[in-house]
């Protein structure tokens, strides 16, 4: 019995001797260490999908710091959104310790060729090459060789996003005219009004059979109301 009356009188030294080490265990821990090796950990928050500005208050509210890691194109990601996060949301991990965040660069953008002057062919081969795409083709008169691109939409040198098309417009050539009649009329007056309209004089027959009035037109090919292309030659028959 004597044990046991013994032992409850040492129980209370006991307990204070405990308390004494874990108070002195403390002590040590956080005046004689340094703070850095006292175990300090967090739970990564969820920054994936935030601007990167605000991901990187987010982060450093919880305790972390952040860091840039890749920028790569993305089309529906505006220029600064968080696209990944190393360690991921969640992840238990020391504060102060670097998260690595991979950010949007936005839309690539890629520059419209010029291929004013190129004949359709040729233009779709450069658009394509660009990473673009032909859009709609649409024609016009004008003073430019047939089937020449006169214009584009967007224009040369325009920085536009992968998926846009580029609108060409195509020459058809120079406006066609018609054909005057000059049957009747002297070879001088009949040269002067096929070149005021743009025509040319080609072949020039006599005809020895005919009875007409000397040196007038008798016959002309392409026939009078044709619709020809400027710098047309057109033959003429006179009477001698």
Do not use: C, H
């Amino acid at each position: 019995m004597n044990w046991r009356a013994t032992s409850r009188r040492l129980f209370p030294y006991a307990v204070v001797a405990a308390a004494g080490f874990l108070l002195a265990y403390l002590v040590v821990a956080f005046l004689v260490f340094p703070p850095e090796i006292v175990p300090d950990d967090a739970r990564v928050p969820q920054v994936v999908g935030l601007m990167y500005d605000e991901a990187v208050t987010r982060l450093d509210a919880a305790g972390f710091k952040a860091k840039v890691g890749e920028e790569r194109f993305v089309e529906l990601a505006p220029k600064g959104t968080v696209l990944a996060q190393s360690p991921p949301p969640g992840a238990t991990e020391t504060r102060g310790v670097e998260i690595l965040l991979d950010v949007s660069a936005g839309q690539r953008q890629l520059s419209v060729p010029a291929v004013v002057g190129l004949t359709q062919s040729l233009a779709q081969e450069a658009i394509e090459k660009a990473g673009l795409e032909v859009g709609d083709v649409r024609e016009r008169e004008s003073q430019s060789a047939r089937g020449a691109v006169l214009e584009t939409y967007p224009a040369a040198g325009q920085s536009v996003s992968p998926s846009t098309k580029v609108d060409i417009t195509i020459s058809t050539g120079p406006p066609a005219v018609e054909t005057p009649d000059v049957v009747g009329q002297s070879y001088a007056t009949a040269r002067t009004l096929l070149e005021q309209i743009g025509l040319r004089v080609g072949d020039v027959v006599v005809d020895s059979l005919s009875s007409a009035i000397p040196g007038t037109v008798i016959s002309q090919t392409p026939a009078a109301g044709s619709r020809l292309l400027p710098g047309t030659r057109i033959s003429l028959t006179i009477a001698p």
